[in-house]
């Protein structure tokens, strides 16, 4: 079995890319999420360390999720094979492949009662944030290796997009104001991205994207074509134009109902906050003094090159032995989490990086009041 894994951090535009592969008659798309990170044990079933096949089940069963048949963006709501089969945890659907991934795939195909694909040349799967595993653990499967980098200014503005639905509701983001600490700490995660795709490209382990250059009607079949070649692919004009018309009597993967970060600001504002009226940027969410503390921060002069369809895939290898962060706080951040990654200390490198995280947990905390 070949793999197609999506390993990007969140808010880089792995929707998107997600949305113009689907379709692809040669890819076949999981209908559910493992979350090899976002969920413990950290890394299974890539990595697994299970002691009996019972072990191995329930916590496959509580790592994968499959969206609701009520979720629509901007209300996904997902739940856990466990929550859903829980009548199904007996062996008797365990299913044995090559690999511990293979089985786990296998399996979930056996729980959901999905034939497995037979003429596909990959199996796409997808966790956000999966790229904190590092890149070895993925050459140990056949296939390749997309990664999304965006803006970090652009991140950062998703972000606060969604943090704002979860404290405010449906009000206009630029109202309100993240603290110091929390951009300062969403910066250094967003950069740390940039870094792991470059350092990993350079060892070709991976094909990063970067987000403008799908997001760009003018060059999106280029970028699309580049993709192609980097999985053996024929060019497909389904890849044109992203699909999230979803069949709610089948199960999907959540990233079909996901909508972009510029349709959320356009929501939450009512309208008032639009593409139209920002142009070309997609930070729009976010206020003067928000953009000026960004400014101050970071360099972002790297970023314009690699707007350029050329430049990007032949210098962006080069990136990662470069720093443009200009905040000392910051700077000593990054680099101890380039020695930890270096040195294989991922675990522990992904919980310090989650620890610097802003969600639905500490939501009310992320905001000046």
Same mark, same amino acid.
């Given at each position: 079995?070949?793999?197609?894994?999506?390993?990007?951090?969140?808010?880089?535009?792995?929707?998107?890319?997600?949305?113009?592969?689907?379709?692809?008659?040669?890819?076949?798309?999981?209908?559910?999420?493992?979350?090899?990170?976002?969920?413990?044990?950290?890394?299974?079933?890539?990595?697994?360390?299970?002691?009996?096949?019972?072990?191995?089940?329930?916590?496959?069963?509580?790592?994968?999720?499959?969206?609701?048949?009520?979720?629509?963006?901007?209300?996904?709501?997902?739940?856990?094979?466990?929550?859903?089969?829980?009548?199904?945890?007996?062996?008797?659907?365990?299913?044995?492949?090559?690999?511990?991934?293979?089985?786990?795939?296998?399996?979930?195909?056996?729980?959901?009662?999905?034939?497995?694909?037979?003429?596909?040349k990959y199996y796409c799967l997808h966790d956000d944030h999966s790229y904190m595993l590092g890149g070895e653990i993925f050459i140990h499967f056949e296939g390749r290796v997309l990664n999304t980098i965006r803006n970090p200014m652009d991140m950062?503005?998703?972000?606060?997009?969604?943090?704002?639905?979860?404290?405010?509701?449906?009000?206009?983001?630029?109202?309100?104001?993240?603290?110091?600490?929390?951009?300062q700490d969403e910066l250094i995660r967003a950069y740390f991205s940039w870094w792991v795709a470059s350092y990993e490209y350079s060892k070709g382990r991976l094909l990063p994207v970067f987000y403008p250059l799908l997001k760009s009607q003018k060059?999106?079949?280029?970028?699309?074509?580049?993709?192609?070649?980097?999985?053996?692919?024929?060019?497909?004009?389904?890849?044109? *134009?992203?699909?999230?018309?979803?069949? +709610?009597?089948?199960?999907?993967?959540? #990233?079909?109902?996901?909508? %972009? !970060?510029?349709?959320?600001?356009?929501?939450?504002?009512?309208?008032?906050?639009?593409?139209?009226?920002?142009?070309?940027?997609?930070?729009?969410?976010?206020?003067?003094?928000?953009?000026?503390?960004?400014?101050?921060?970071?360099?972002?002069?790297?970023?314009?090159?690699?707007?350029?369809?050329?430049?990007?895939?032949?210098?962006?290898?080069?990136?990662?032995?470069?720093?443009?962060?200009?905040?000392?706080?910051?700077?000593?951040?990054? *680099?101890?989490?380039?020695?930890?990654? +270096?040195?294989?200390?991922?675990?522990? #490198?992904?919980?310090?990086? %989650? !620890?610097?995280?802003?969600?639905?947990?500490?939501?009310?905390?992320?905001?000046?009041?």
């Amino acid at each position: 079995m070949r793999f197609l894994f999506i390993n990007s951090m969140s808010r880089t535009g792995t929707s998107l890319l997600y949305q113009l592969l689907f379709g692809h008659p040669e890819i076949y798309f999981a209908p559910y999420r493992i979350q090899f990170v976002c969920s413990r044990p950290f890394g299974f079933p890539l990595l697994d360390d299970t002691s009996s096949k019972e072990e191995f089940l329930k916590i496959l069963m509580s790592k994968t999720t499959i969206a609701s048949s009520n979720g629509r963006w901007p209300n996904i709501e997902t739940q856990t094979l466990a929550e859903v089969f829980p009548d199904k945890m007996s062996l008797n659907n365990l299913v044995i492949g090559n690999s511990a991934v293979e089985s786990a795939v296998r399996t979930i195909h056996n729980i959901l009662g999905i034939e497995m694909p037979q003429d596909k040349k990959y199996y796409c799967l997808h966790d956000d944030h999966s790229y904190m595993l590092g890149g070895e653990i993925f050459i140990h499967f056949e296939g390749r290796v997309l990664n999304t980098i965006r803006n970090p200014m652009d991140m950062i503005a998703s972000k606060k997009n969604m943090l704002t639905m979860y404290v405010y509701g449906k009000e206009n983001p630029q109202n309100f104001t993240l603290k110091k600490e929390v951009i300062q700490d969403e910066l250094i995660r967003a950069y740390f991205s940039w870094w792991v795709a470059s350092y990993e490209y350079s060892k070709g382990r991976l094909l990063p994207v970067f987000y403008p250059l799908l997001k760009s009607q003018k060059i999106r079949k280029q970028t699309m074509e580049k993709v192609g070649q980097f999985l053996g692919l024929e060019f497909h004009n389904v890849w044109l *134009e992203e699909k999230n018309i979803l069949d +709610k009597e089948k199960y999907y993967n959540e #990233l079909l109902a996901n909508g %972009s !970060s510029l349709s959320t600001v356009e929501y939450l504002s009512s309208g008032k906050l639009s593409q139209d009226s920002f142009g070309a940027t997609s930070y729009f969410s976010l206020n003067n003094e928000e953009i000026e503390l960004l400014e101050r921060l970071i360099e972002y002069r790297f970023i314009e090159q690699y707007k350029e369809f050329e430049v990007f895939w032949r210098e962006f290898d080069l990136f990662y032995q470069e720093c443009f962060i200009r905040e000392e706080r910051s700077k000593k951040i990054f *680099e101890k989490w380039v020695d930890m990654y +270096k040195n294989n200390k991922f675990k522990a #490198l992904f919980n310090e990086y %989650s !620890s610097m995280n802003y969600g639905k947990v500490n939501a009310n905390m992320a905001f000046k009041k």
